[in-house]
């Protein structure tokens, strides 16, 4: 089944105390990226990678960091959380090139809580 | 910069009822345009796209179509189902980042 899977789900952490959500796609889309959902600011893009080792600021990139060694997997980084990063993440991937439709393809979404 | 602006939320709807949630967009270019569908607990998967001017998206009893001289992407349906109880969210993607601008998003409560 062609899915984009985070993990993990559901996190309640404290400030200060560095952690990794993953993010791996099956689909081998060279195209993934990060966003933060919160209430009544709809969906903001943190991150984004074009492919292997390509990666780029989205609009709110600050205290957060990726990496894309390898082409299924994009994890978001958070090395030192603070309570405004409390928020709803997702991960999304699509193609590039001639098989690009456009869509964004979502995981189900990290739930993270920063006391 | 681009931007997506959608009718505040929540929408509260009888079961059968006629439905529309309006989406506006600002942007340079000819973007395409999406809504997406996030159900309670789940990730946003795409609910029905137009690429140009006039193009009509449909999908499971919603449309919407591409009004440049608008910049519009209404989102309607005729009979709205207890089912169809989710968050919309209107969209666009331009330039070569694949990158989505979100609305913020209308929460549609539909009664049985």
């Known amino acids: 089944e062609a899915q984009v899977t985070q993990n993990p789900r559901y996190l309640i952490t404290v400030t200060g105390k560095k952690l990794t959500v993953t993010c791996s796609q099956n689909?081998?889309?060279?195209?993934m990226s990060w966003y933060r959902q919160d209430p009544g600011l709809g969906l903001r893009q943190i991150y984004y990678?074009?492919?292997?080792?390509?990666?780029d600021k989205g609009d709110v990139p600050e205290g957060y960091k990726v990496s894309r060694k390898e082409k299924r997997n994009f994890p978001l980084i958070l090395e030192s959380p603070s309570p405004n990063q409390t928020s709803l993440y997702f991960c999304?991937?699509?193609?590039?090139?001639?098989?690009?439709?456009?869509?964004?393809?979502f995981g189900e979404g990290s739930r993270l809580t920063v006391l | 910069g681009d931007s997506v602006t959608q009718m505040e939320g929540p929408v509260t709807l009888s079961e059968e009822a006629f439905l529309t949630i309006n989406c506006t967009y600002t942007?340079?270019?000819?973007?395409?345009l999406f809504w997406y569908v996030q159900y309670p607990g789940e990730g946003l998967q795409l609910l029905l796209k137009?690429?140009?001017?006039?193009d009509k998206g449909s999908n499971k009893g919603f449309e919407a179509t591409y009004r440049k001289e608008t910049t519009s992407f209404h989102l309607e349906k005729g009979s709205v189902q207890v089912s169809d109880s989710a968050v919309y969210f209107c969209?666009?993607?331009?330039?070569?980042?694949?990158?989505?601008?979100f609305g913020t998003g209308t929460l549609l409560a539909v009664q049985p």
């Open positions: 990678s074009m492919n292997v080792e390509v990666t």
């Open positions: 689909m081998n889309h060279e195209y």
């Open positions: 137009a690429t140009k001017a006039d």
């Open positions: 999304a991937s699509t193609s590039q090139g001639p098989r690009n439709t456009g869509e964004l393809f």
């Open positions: 942007a340079t270019g000819y973007p395409s």
């Open positions: 969209a666009l993607s331009g330039g070569a980042t694949n990158k989505l601008i």
